[in-house]
């Protein structure tokens, strides 16, 4: 009988991308001795599809994984070939920003500030059993039966689990970009009790850039003076690179047309379920058909490499079409492929499995991450990441864990998604998911969620400093709204505006509100001296509007009232017999923490969560003490 060797831990985090190295990274700074293992160490944050960080509400959760005390925003600060703001013609509710990144440099920074981390470890090995004992995990085996026992387990396997390469009629069993996949994991989740999902994603070609003609394309540049992802990050992003946009054209899309039986999507190859907000090219064309063009950017990969990722035509069909649709395209007509583009099918699990905090229902201390719950994009995962290994590490202490509101968080709109309403296809985090979006803006998600992390103990001494500073020079900033400004300088404002002279002074306040006046404008004219440009956005954007983030905040706190009913995660909703069928069967399987939750759940009416609240009030069960406990 062979020895197995034991290696004591207190977590395993299963992945090391986005969310994997969130998780592990939460936990070591938490105080947790943890082990990180990962099917290839070349894989680490490794951003497999394309080369970018942050874009519409991406950008967001971005900042608020910042905010907490995580680690993708400074590291896409650091590697950063160009940004720029998206939506500034729109209102700050939207605005969001976006890094061109260097793929290569991105992956170096972040292996390295994970093995610099106190109190974690990274392994080389492929997990391919969890182990558990009366319900609780015990500890995770691997391909080569070393065991390492823990107290939390969270798993970030992202598309790796049984995943398949899929080019034309080619099928590979390998992960992204040729790295091994993870082949037996799949049926110890299945033994564990987690419902399995097959779902798909994809990625475009890349070309050499020397074959490329930018003559015959519009130069997209990143922003000057832009203000970067992270709260703490000193030093000014330098745009680097660029990048260029041409369009598809009619040929291209006969081409596709014409080999749409070649296609693995249309043809039955493919059967997992692809994104919705992120299709093949040959879903647009046809889905899109009264489309003349699509827009495809040419994004750098690297500073180190020549390859250019064709934003905008991920797509599965086969090289030789790969190769001739390309080369209708301007710009490319003499475009050297470097690599071809593929689908990729994986497992994932169904959140629906999941309570808000990340852990699963069924044993105590499995935690899912990433794209194993069923969603894209590396901004999502490294949020999912990080709330996990947090929940993990406060499990651990036996203190109570963290749930984000829809009210606080990108963040917690994603997860309350995730764990109430479940998804059938790869979500994607929208702004137009966020009800609560004004109040959700990325300027402030240090205001929101800092305190937080600083309670859970994962924001440092210094981002903490930092964070008091800014919130002292805003309440200064503040004070200057009262100021009565003279006539003779409001009619200087004024005349610079083309608004007409006015016969009276005013406060700051007033001319700030109105349209095209900035705080950063007035500082020109001696107000707001000493601020910094972003003291100066809050300023404009918290004055200009403060009516309707009033409204907003009045709509957040009646919500409140529900989210302050906590429901027992024990209770049979069976035993309420004026519950519709489908509201039991539906509360029975999410088990809402809430009220709130509860009203959110499909298939769950506002007659339903009226009968519920009557129910509860009649047996005085308002306030339930055999719930999760949670941090407010």
Not at 431 to 444: F, G, I, K, P, V
Not at 447 to 465: A, S
Not at 489 to 498: A, H, Q, S, Y
Request: charge should be positive; hydrophobic fraction near 35%.
């Amino acid at each position: 009988m062979k020895k197995i060797k034991i290696n004591k831990y207190d977590a395993v985090v299963v992945g090391a991308g986005h969310a994997g190295c969130e998780a592990a990274l939460a936990l070591a700074r938490m105080g947790i001795k943890t082990v990180m293992l990962t099917l290839s160490l070349d894989s680490v944050g490794h951003l497999a599809c394309n080369p970018s960080i942050g874009g519409s509400a991406k950008g967001q959760i971005v900042r608020e994984i910042d905010a907490l005390g995580g680690e993708m925003g400074k590291v896409a600060d650091k590697t950063a070939l160009l940004m720029r703001m998206l939506n500034t013609s729109e209102g700050p509710a939207v605005h969001a920003l976006r890094a061109q990144t260097d793929k290569i440099e991105y992956h170096n920074t972040m292996k390295n500030v994970l093995e610099n981390t106190k109190n974690l470890d990274i392994r080389q090995a492929e997990a391919t059993k969890i182990l558990h004992k009366n319900n609780k995990v015990i500890g995770v085996e691997t391909a080569l039966g070393e065991v390492y026992s823990c107290k939390a387990v969270v798993v970030c396997t992202g598309v790796y689990l049984k995943s398949q390469i899929i080019i034309g009629d080619h099928i590979e069993n390998t992960g992204p970009n040729g790295f091994k996949n993870a082949q037996k994991l799949t049926k110890s989740l299945i033994e564990c009790g987690f419902e399995i999902r097959r779902f798909k994603t994809g990625t475009p070609t890349r070309v050499h850039f020397d074959t490329i003609d930018t003559t015959k394309m519009q130069v997209q540049a990143g922003d000057e003076n832009i203000r970067p992802f992270s709260f703490v990050t000193k030093k000014q992003p330098k745009n680097v690179a660029v990048c260029y946009l041409t369009y598809t054209n009619p040929q291209t899309h006969k081409i596709i047309m014409d080999n749409l039986d070649r296609s693995p999507i249309y043809n039955g190859t493919i059967s997992g379920t692809g994104p919705r907000y992120c299709p093949s090219i040959e879903t647009k064309v046809v889905r899109f058909a009264d489309k003349d063009r699509h827009q495809l950017f040419m994004e750098p990969e690297s500073l180190h490499t020549k390859e250019i990722y064709v934003q905008g035509l991920s797509t599965s069909l086969p090289v030789d079409v790969q190769r001739d649709m390309l080369h209708t395209i301007a710009g490319l007509e003499h475009a050297q492929i470097m690599r071809d583009a593929y689908a990729i099918e994986y497992d994932c699990i169904n959140s629906l499995q999941l309570y808000p905090t990340l852990e699963y229902k069924n044993i105590k201390g499995i935690f899912t991450a990433g794209q194993i719950n069923g969603t894209s994009g590396y901004e999502e995962a490294g949020g999912q990441g990080l709330i996990a290994g947090i929940n993990a590490a406060l499990e651990i202490k036996n203190k109570p864990q963290l749930v984000l509101g829809r009210d606080q968080s990108y963040i917690g709109v994603l997860i309350d998604d995730l764990v109430t309403k479940g998804t059938n296809e790869p979500y994607r985090m929208l702004t137009s998911r966020a009800e609560y979006r004004l109040h959700l803006r990325q300027d402030n998600a240090d205001q929101r969620l800092t305190p937080i992390g600083k309670k859970i103990g994962l924001v440092d001494n210094y981002r903490w400093k930092v964070f008091q500073n800014k919130m002292q020079n805003l309440q200064l900033a503040k004070q200057e709204l009262g100021k009565t400004v003279k006539v003779a300088t409001v009619n200087k404002i004024f005349e610079k505006l083309g608004f007409e002279k006015s016969a009276i002074g005013m406060p700051l306040e007033n001319i700030l509100k109105r349209p095209g006046v900035t705080a950063k404008l007035l500082k020109e004219f001696g107000f707001f001296d000493g601020f910094d440009d972003e003291i100066l956005e809050q300023i404009t954007v918290q004055t200009k509007y403060e009516g309707y983030i009033a409204k907003e905040q009045k709509q957040i706190e009646q919500a409140k009232k529900q989210e302050d009913i906590k429901l027992d995660v024990d209770f049979d909703y069976s035993a309420i017999s004026g519950l519709r069928t489908e509201a039991r069967e539906k509360l029975n399987i999410i088990k809402p923490l809430t009220l709130a939750q509860a009203s959110r759940i499909s298939g769950v009416n506002p007659a339903d969560i009226s009968v519920l609240t009557i129910w509860l009030k009649s047996k005085n069960m308002i306030w339930y003490t055999k719930t999760l406990k949670l941090y407010s």
